[in-house]
């Protein structure tokens, strides 16, 4: 597992690490989620690594533009059993279709 403090640092661990999937949340210091997202999904190298978005509130970007940037919104409080679910999903699939469990009822 690697850990980062902030989105700048996270962009830098995951370019020269390359996880199999990354955990984020929207809001972080420095750099946000969404743009930690952006520079991911810029680079051939780190483009196709799954991610989950965590976030407590609702997103401030339309969800349908933004969805792009990740494979599943997950609405904080998250059980940790449903991140470990989604995790092994996305483990699984590498890059399936974007989930979104903000638009599910």
């Known amino acids: 597992m690697l850990v980062a403090p902030d989105g700048e640092a996270a962009a830098a661990v995951t370019e020269t690490e390359r996880p199999d999937l990354i955990v984020t949340d929207w809001m972080m210091p420095v ?3 969404v743009a930690f997202c ?3 999904k810029a680079k051939r190298a780190t483009s196709s690594i799954p991610v ?3 976030t407590a509130a609702l997103p401030p970007l339309p969800v349908e533009s ?3 940037l990740w494979d599943i919104l997950l609405r904080k ?3 940790v ?3 470990i679910e989604v995790s092994g999903i996305l483990l699984k699939t ?3 279709s974007p989930l979104d469990e903000a638009r599910s009822p």
């Open 38 to 40: 952006r520079r991911l």
């Open 94 to 96: 590498k890059r399936g």
């Open 77 to 79: 409080p998250t059980p």
């Open 52 to 54: 989950v978005m965590l």
């Open 81 to 83: 059993a449903r991140l």
């Open 66 to 68: 933004a969805a792009l």
């Open 31 to 33: 750099v946000d989620g």
